[in-house]
């Protein structure tokens, strides 16, 4: 059974820190890809970072040089680290991975089950 585990969502005051995490676990051959999306009131879900295999990143043009995200591929780890954070980043984040099951499935839209980010001004 695959699992997704985000964690590190919480609320703090505008130009803190967060760093979210997200695990996966399970009956997991490769992983592809890893990534970050959010979704605040009102809004359709946005992608926020990716990270591919070969190191290749995605970011989106709002938190270009406030967020980072990297991965410990021993850990099959994702991380977002999130710095100088603003109110408009309040939203909840979903870990998002594209995967390939030992069965030899392969699962290219596999969600967690999202953590809150809260920024008070």
């Known amino acids: 059974q695959v699992q997704l585990v985000e964690s590190g969502g919480g609320l703090v005051q505008a130009g803190g820190s967060l760093r979210l995490s997200c695990a996966a676990s399970g009956s997991i051959f490769s992983i592809n890809a890893m990534g970050w999306y959010r979704q605040a009131p009102g809004k359709q879900r946005e992608l926020v970072a990716y990270?591919?295999?070969?190191?290749?990143?995605e970011y989106a043009d709002s938190v270009k040089g406030r967020f980072t995200i990297s991965r410990d591929n021993a850990k099959n780890t994702v991380y977002l680290q999130m710095n100088s954070l603003k109110p408009e980043d309040t939203a909840v984040y979903y870990c998002?991975?594209?995967?390939?099951?030992?069965?030899?499935?392969?699962?290219?839209?596999?969600w967690g089950q999202g953590t809150q980010v809260t920024v008070s001004s």
């Open positions: 990270i591919r295999s070969g190191g290749s990143t």
């Open positions: 998002n991975a594209d995967l390939v099951l030992e069965t030899g499935w392969d699962l290219n839209d596999y």
